[in-house]
């Protein structure tokens, strides 16, 4: 599975955390787990889906900061509205490191 590009769980009622084995889809450019009930924060291991270009996460019951890691990948598209973030993005920086960013929906 580590040619896998695209990935779309959405919909599913899938709950818990998200394994950090993802990280291991280098593959990977779309990803797509919006509309379950996966928790907690988004694993760091995310980092190492270099080619991911599309990200989302929306709908779901994820806590806590919007990890730094999203800011720094080549994504061109994030969606995690709906969830349970909170801090504060470090505006200009964060978006400085977002320069591929097209869309963000927070």
Known sequence: MRSLEFLDLSANNFSGQIPNSIGSLQS???LNLSKNQFMG????????CINLKVLDVGHNLFTG????????LALESVSASENRFNGNLDYPNTLLLAASIKAFKS
């Open 41 to 48: 924060s988004l694993p760091d291991s995310f980092m190492n």
């Open 28 to 30: 990977l450019i779309e």
């Open 65 to 72: 900061n919007l990890p730094s890691w999203v800011f720094k």
